[in-house]
């Protein structure tokens, strides 16, 4: 069975710094990870994925994770913050057999001051 | 924009009743998700169908029961309804059947579900 866990479910920064979300993952094989942002009242849009080709994945928007299997994690990074970042980001994970739903994690809570 | 249509966007209703939401997909995309969004259980896959047939099952209640139909639009149905039901109901769509090899959901704005 698969699973994330967002370890923080609130970060606060100032803009113009740089953005961490943290993730951790679970999966009994090689998973497929995602993250997925959600701006107040939208839906969900996906930011990059990471599919067991290069271990550093770049998104939309200047945010990149890393893969990494020794710490089972796929921490979620952006050098600097801008006001429109404020968003809600979910970690998710897949396993790769069709039919496999996406797992998500609870979620962070990206707060951008200026 | 992403493609996927559902309505309604609001909905009041009371314990007990029963309702029906309803998602459009991408053009194109075979596969329809259902998600239930509430602050104490966060994203909860509900069910996935892929070209009409049920392909994976989550934690969907047997209260909830949903469908695809031949033109690929979906319909989610909740009956007996009650409070712990009020939740933010999201669709998604992918031209694959299974999240694992694309992972690109393209989700709808949701249905906001209100029981009182």
């Known amino acids: 069975a698969q699973s994330v866990t967002q370890l923080d479910s609130h970060v606060s920064v100032s803009e113009g710094t740089p953005v961490l979300l943290r993730c951790n993952y679970s999966?009994?094989?090689?998973?497929?990870l995602f993250w997925y942002v959600q701006h107040p009242n939208k839906g969900l849009q996906l930011l990059l994925k990471?599919?067991?080709?290069?271990?550093l994945v770049k998104g939309i928007n200047g945010f990149e994770a890393e893969f990494k299997k020794s710490e089972t994690s796929f921490h979620l990074t952006k050098p600097s913050a801008h006001m429109s970042d404020a968003a809600e980001y979910f970690c998710v994970v897949s396993g790769r057999q069709a039919g496999t739903a996406l797992i998500f994690g609870k979620g962070t809570t990206l707060s951008v001051s200026s | 924009d992403s493609g996927v249509t559902q309505t309604p966007k609001h909905l009041i209703t009371a314990t007990g009743q029963r309702v029906t939401l309803r998602c459009s997909p991408r053009s194109g995309d075979l596969s329809v998700y259902w998600y239930q969004q509430s602050l104490d259980q966060g994203l909860q896959f509900l069910i996935q169908y892929y070209n009409g047939e049920e392909r994976a099952k989550g934690n969907i209640l047997e209260r909830f029961s949903a469908q695809q139909f031949p033109d690929l639009h979906s319909e989610l149905n909740l009956s007996s309804l009650e409070l712990g039901d009020s939740a933010l109901y999201f669709c998604?769509?992918?031209?694959?059947?299974?999240?694992?090899?694309?992972?690109?959901?393209?989700f709808g704005e949701g249905s906001r579900l209100t029981v009182l």
């Open positions: 998604a769509s992918s031209v694959t059947s299974g999240g694992g090899d694309t992972g690109e959901l393209f």
């Open positions: 990471y599919t067991s080709a290069a271990t």
């Open positions: 999966s009994s094989y090689s998973p497929s």
